[in-house]
Each structure stands twice: as C-alpha cells, then as structure tokens.
C-alpha cells in the first residue's frame, strides 16, 4: 500500500481486516480479497450485491411493515454477530445498508472499534486518524452520549439501529435540525 498516506492506508486495512472477520455472516457483505494494485491504490474485492442502498429505497418513502422488520431482523443479526466478536460498527446508517435480492447486507466498517480481547482495551484506527475527542460517525444516527464525546460502544449501535428502523417505517429520519 505505499504511495498512500499512512492514516489512510491504517483506516484501509483496519476496514479489511474487520470486514474479513465478519464476512461469512449472510447479512453483512462478503469480502475476498484485500491488497494493493501495481500503481500502489489499495482495493477490496468484495461480493457484488445487486440492487441499491436502504437510502436509496427510502426515497421513495417508507418500506411496509413486513418488509421493514424483515430487513431489520437482518440488520439486527448482522450487528449481534459483530458485537460478539467484540466489534462497534459507528457508523450505522441507510447508506451503509444495501438491499440486494437476498436481503439487507452491513457494509463500510471503516469506522468500526475493535475491542482486544487479549487486554479488553478498545482500540481504534479512527482515534489515531482524528485525534482525541474528535466525534466520528453520522450525526442524525448517533446516540447522545456519542455526541456528548464519550466512548462508543454496542449501545450506540443499537441506537443507530433504532434511528434506522424508524427512518424505514416512516420515510423520514427520527431528527431533523438545522445544526449537528
């Protein structure tokens, strides 16, 4: 990976190495390959999903009830098994959900935390990469004590789950505001 900035070339295989420990649950995107081409540009080969992002879909208003708790059993799924392997995701949003044929798919761990659990210390690539007390994440789906600048954890997730869920019941995001 030379020829990139280190910050980025850490966040980059910091998301590989978290999408390859989680890739073969069914709902969350499988990656095969990570590395560097010969011009030194980082890539990620990863399944190709057909169909279009949760954002995209919510465009067109909200998504029926069946269909909403069926992607969220999904989505709820793909966050327990990362969860329990120790890893936040942070950045849970409509974008970073796809709907493909088999159903809703987590991708973009970029800014997911991984917990040791060699020394049950968090660490994470995001820290290094923005500095200390630098908020990271999707405002409109961050959990107060989130924005508050305390540590992420599984419960903000769920609470971004909770944002998510009901931005697809009822077509608009749970808040609004003209400022973070």
Known sequence: LEGIAPDS????????????????????????????????????????LEGGSLASRLQKGPLPVGESLKYASQIASALDAAHKTGMTHRDLKPQNIVLSRTGAKLLDFGLAKIKSASTAEDRTVTKALTGEGVIVGTYQYMAPETLAGKEADARADIFAFGAVLYEMLTGDPPFTGSTA
């Open 9 to 48: 070339q850490r966040l980059f295989e910091s998301e590989a190495s978290v999408m390859a420990r989680l890739s073969n649950h069914p709902s969350i995107v499988s990656i095969f390959q990570a590395g560097a081409a010969a011009d030194g540009r980082p890539f990620l080969v990863m399944e190709l």
